[in-house]
């Protein structure tokens, strides 16, 4: 019996390119919403910045109220009860910029947006998530929510990222915390079920809070909570370093690392037709 050699073309080895249209087209549909609708755009970048506050607070109280159990079962605990926040983001399609690295690389590669409209939308995406952040931490101070162990593990935690790093450690930790992350979300693509995508995307983060990874949208919400609940330990250059430093490495890790290298594997720049 003769088997016939399998005859392949190089579209077939496109194998994600279902996820790289998928990409596209929210790229489109953002953009259309921070061209025309920018008011919702905002909100939408607002509430990605609260939720990850809110959920920073929970983490600060699970491992606070943990305390004196195994170090590494309360950072478990911690990530997991951090990473209900990407799950909610990405379900809800608010709008995160460290996500946003990812999808907006893809639709520079494939020349479906400016370089001029991206950069742009950045911008916004990270003002709205700062300001998400901002308005927790300043309800959370009419409340008793903030303990004072919380405090002390928020300023602990603050100071590592800030006065105790160095601009290499950040960015290169902020390299892998946004690939961790966008590697999730890329995956979660592929998946049908909600169940499904929340399992991916919670699995990135996971990984990324748990080896203290740098985020610049999650760090700058903790800036944020110290801003309100101890302001004179804050070092702002070293807070400028961290900001400055994370944000490159979170492009790095999620535009260029998994952004820019699934849409080269999964066509070429040309591929897509503009009417």
Not at 62 to 88: D, E, R
Not at 187 to 215: N, R, S, T
Request: hydrophobic fraction near 55%; include cysteine.
């Amino acid at each position: 019996m003769q088997i016939e050699k399998p005859v392949k073309t190089v579209e077939d080895t496109y194998t994600s390119s279902e996820n790289i249209a998928d990409i596209l087209n929210q790229v489109a549909t953002k953009e259309v919403t921070a061209d025309k609708e920018l008011g919702r755009f905002m909100l939408k970048s607002i509430i990605s910045g609260f939720l990850l506050a809110i959920m920073a607070v929970f983490m600060l109280a699970v491992k606070t109220q943990f305390a004196g159990s195994n170090p590494g079962l309360i950072n478990i605990l911690g990530a997991i009860a951090f990473s209900i926040a990407l799950i909610m983001i990405v379900l809800t399609k608010a709008e995160l910029l460290t996500s946003n690295f990812m999808f907006f690389t893809v639709g520079l590669y494939y020349k479906t947006i400016s370089l001029g409209k991206v950069i742009k939308i950045f911008l916004l995406c990270f003002l709205g998530n700062i300001i998400g952040g901002f308005i927790l931490f300043g309800m959370m101070t009419g409340t008793k929510i903030m303990t004072p162990e919380m405090i002390a593990a928020l300023t602990k935690t603050v100071t590592a990222k800030t006065i105790e790093s160095t601009w290499l450690g950040i960015m290169i930790k902020g390299i892998f915390a946004n690939f961790f992350i966008n590697i999730g979300i890329f995956i979660a693509l592929q998946c049908k079920e909600a169940l499904a995508k929340a399992f991916f995307i919670g699995l990135g983060v996971v990984i990324f809070v748990f080896m203290a990874y740098e985020h610049v949208v999650y760090n700058a919400g903790l800036f944020a909570g110290m801003m309100f609940y101890n302001y004179d330990a804050l070092s702002w250059i070293d807070v400028l370093k961290n900001i400055v430093f994370a944000f490159i490495g979170n492009y790095i890790g999620g535009g260029i690392f998994v952004g820019l290298v699934y849409a080269y594997l999964n066509g070429r720049r040309n591929d897509i037709v503009r009417s």
